[in-house]
Structures are given as structure tokens and as C-alpha cells.
């Protein structure tokens, strides 16, 4: 009898879940979605298929393994919601020990249709067995809240330690390269059964790219404190990043042609004109002795990276010549001034400078008042760029110097 009644309880499932997985060209129906999510919270155990844990998790599985490309996308639409919304033993179950399930690297579909939908189908399982890759290896994306709003995938790395980022970054980093690598130009984009899926693919993205920048700021944040073992380390994410952006800029064009309401991700809150310093740094080392960064220009930068500052020498006339550090600590804030004022970036902002070293490149000269405050000059080459000595960047700077030639 109670053999019976399991069955007939099992059974029950499996009616739930192929009114979800039918065959109409339409998504799963809220309903059946909804009594599959209401089951997962029931508990029992997954290898159990008189639990309704157990009992969805094999009626699903089987569904993954027919050769309709229609049945297969609604199961891998639901899988993916589970995931993201579901029972959090149930996913971190899938996650470390069967997400063997979506590999479909293989399917195929006879039919016209089929054959269409197919490299959806092929990549949208790879990057659900990615997400599961990296939900058992560092819990991405998290099921804990944070205490005082937000998201807290977006905090994960804002004070993260240098070891933490070098954990997780090539994990996000392989999570986004499956996401850029899903086919959103074939004709599942224009199927209604394509369309769940979809949504929850754009929200991914905003939450992997969101979190895979958080972490590339504080590794540059970093960077040039580390000890060369670990810049090389922090430099190689950094090439690997480079890389992806490159990639980005496709995919987001796609997805935004899926939904145009859709907020594509900032894609320039991370200079890419780094390598060359950082490889710099890498090959040479942590500079015996440093210069302290100056205060007033790290709130200005924003935390990237440090400033060395040194006064070089008396001009004639009254002017005073300055000159700022090398080339290894220039950081994202520098790009945005020489977006402004033109010219390398390594000639704005640096670190990492030798007590010994060779003249810095640029020099300011004092200049009369221009519009009631003074103006410096900065010499690149033979071509002279104004400096308000108010600007919110180099006004600190300039102080500070003017005061320190004084002093002298």
C-alpha cells in the first residue's frame, strides 16, 4: 500500500513536470513552475525518488535527455530558475555533485527548427554547468543577503584581500567566457519558449559583470603594493580581463537586442592601458625605496594605486619646476586626465618611484593668474598644457609643493 501511494506521489510529479516541459511552442506555465518550486522547498533527499525533491530532480533530468529541442530548452529554463531561486540545498546538491546533467554538447534535433535551435541549446547547457562550477567552488552568485541592502555580490571584493582575489577572479573570469560564449543570434531569439531564458541570461550578466569589475578595481587597488609572486599572479587576470572586454562589447550588442530595455553593464570603469606598467612592475620588483603617497591625490584617485610626488628644481624668474613618479603606479584615475589635458597618462600619475631616479618627464612652471588664480605649465616634449592651480586634481598637488619648495 504504501508502495503504492509513493508511486502514485511520484507520479504526480511527473505529470507536474511535463505539463512544464510540453511541447507547445510557449514557456513553462507560471503554475507548473510554481508547483515545482513549491516541492524543492518540501525537502527529502535528492536520491530519493519518493521525496519530491527526488522526484523532480529525476523527472527533469529525463527531460534533458529527449531529442525535441523544445522540451530540452523549457527543462534547461526551469533548471536555470531553480538555480537562481530555488531550494538552496537542492542547487548546491547540483552544483557539486550532478551537474554532469547539462552536458549537451552532443544534442541534436532532426527537425529544421531543431536543427536551428541547437547551438542555443549546446551553449546555454555549457554556461549552466559553468554557473554550477562556480556555485560549489565559491559560492557565486551568493544566497545570503546583506544586512544592509544592496547586493552582495557587488561588495564581495570591495575590501577583499589579495589572496581572496586570486581564488575567484579566473572562476568569474570562466563564468563570464561561457556567458559571451551562448548563440543569441539563432532563431530561438524569436521563439516565445526562448524568452525566460533570456531574462534570466541578461540578469546574469549584469550580476557577473558587476561582480568581475568590483574585483578587477580592487586587484588594481593592490597591485602595486604586492610582492612580485603576486603581481605575476594579479597580472595574468589582468591580461585574461583584457581579453574579455574584447568580447563583451558583441555580446552585449546581441543581448540588447533581446530586450532594449535592458541596461547594458559599464564596460570603462577599468583602464586597459595598464599592461605596460604592470608588466613593468612585474619584471622589476617592488622599488627598494618609496616615496609616501600623497594624501590629498589618494582621495582624488579614488583608492587606485599610489602617487609619488618629488619637487626636481628652482626654475629662473621666480618658477618653480615639479615633476611627478614613473609610469609604474599609473592607475584608471590617470586616464581620465589625459583624456583631459591629452598626452600619456604615465606623465599624470605614478608610484613605485626610486629615490635615485632619472628627472621626471613632466615639469610644471608657475605661470601668472589666469581668470583670478594661478596657472602652472606642464612641459611635454614642446608642447606646453595649463594647469589651474584650483583644479580639484592637481590644486592639492601644487600646494603642497609650493609649501614644500618654501620650507626648503
Given at each position: 500500500m504504501k508502495n503504492a501511494m509513493a508511486a502514485a506521489k511520484s507520479d504526480n510529479w511527473k505529470v507536474v513536470v511535463v505539463k512544464a516541459t510540453n511541447h507547445d511552442p510557449a514557456p513553462p506555465k507560471g503554475k507548473h513552475v510554481r508547483v515545482i518550486m513549491q516541492g524543492l522547498q518540501w525537502g527529502g533527499s535528492i536520491t530519493n525518488r519518493e521525496s519530491p525533491v527526488g522526484a523532480i530532480f529525476y523527472h527533469l533530468r529525463k527531460r534533458l535527455v529527449q531529442h525535441e529541442w523544445i522540451v530540452v530548452a523549457k527543462s534547461l529554463t526551469i533548471y536555470h530558475h531553480i538555480l537562481r531561486e530555488g531550494n538552496e540545498?537542492?542547487?548546491?546538491?547540483?552544483?557539486?555533485?550532478?551537474?554532469?546533467?547539462?552536458?549537451?554538447?552532443?544534442?541534436?534535433?532532426p527537425t529544421p527548427e531543431g536543427f536551428a535551435a541547437a547551438p542555443f541549446i549546446r551553449t546555454y547547457s555549457a554556461y549552466l554547468t559553468q554557473w554550477c562550477a562556480a556555485k560549489a567552488a565559491i559560492n557565486f552568485p551568493s544566497a545570503s543577503k546583506p544586512k544592509e541592502g544592496g547586493d552582495t555580490d557587488a561588495q564581495r571584493f570591495r575590501t577583499a584581500a589579495a589572496e581572496k582575489l586570486f581564488a575567484e577572479l579566473p572562476v568569474l573570469q570562466d563564468s563570464v567566457d561561457r556567458l559571451f560564449g551562448l548563440d543569441l543570434s539563432g532563431q530561438v531569439r524569436f521563439s516565445p519558449v526562448g524568452t525566460p531564458a533570456f531574462s534570466m541570461i541578461l540578469r546574469d550578466a549584469t550580476s557577473l559583470w558587476v561582480g568581475l569589475s568590483q574585483g578587477m578595481i580592487r586587484l588594481l587597488d593592490l597591485f602595486f603594493k604586492m610582492e612580485t609572486p603576486a603581481a605575476t599572479l594579479g597580472l595574468d587576470i589582468y591580461r585574461r580581463y583584457i581579453e574579455i572586454v574584447k568580447k563583451a562589447g558583441p555580446f552585449f550588442e546581441s543581448a540588447r537586442q533581446l530586450n532594449s530595455r535592458w541596461t547594458v553593464p559599464e564596460l570603462s570603469l577599468i583602464s586597459l592601458d595598464l599592461l605596460d606598467s604592470m608588466t613593468e612592475y612585474v619584471k622589476n620588483g617592488p622599488a627598494e625605496a618609496r616615496i609616501e603617497p600623497h594624501r590629498a591625490y589618494q582621495s582624488v584617485a579614488g583608492g587606485y594605486g599610489n602617487m609619488a610626488l618629488v619637487p626636481v628644481q628652482q626654475q629662473q624668474g621666480g618658477g618653480m619646476a615639479m615633476g611627478m613618479g614613473g609610469a609604474a603606479g599609473m592607475n584608471p584615475m590617470a586616464m581620465a586626465h589625459a583624456?583631459?589635458?591629452?598626452?600619456?597618462?604615465?606623465?599624470?600619475?605614478?608610484?613605485?618611484?626610486?629615490?635615485?631616479?632619472?628627472?621626471?618627464?613632466?615639469a610644471m612652471a608657475a605661470e601668472g593668474p589666469s581668470g583670478g588664480g594661478a596657472a602652472y605649465r606642464v612641459q611635454r616634449g614642446t608642447k606646453p598644457t595649463r594647469v589651474n592651480a584650483d583644479d580639484m586634481a592637481f590644486g592639492p598637488l601644487i600646494e603642497s609643493l609650493k609649501k614644500s619648495s618654501v620650507s626648503k
Open positions: 540545498k537542492f542547487v548546491l546538491y547540483v552544483a557539486n555533485h550532478a551537474r554532469g546533467i547539462f552536458q549537451l554538447s552532443s544534442f541534436s534535433d583624456a583631459r589635458f591629452g598626452g600619456n597618462p604615465n606623465q599624470y600619475v605614478g608610484g613605485g618611484m626610486q629615490a635615485a631616479a632619472a628627472p621626471a618627464v613632466p
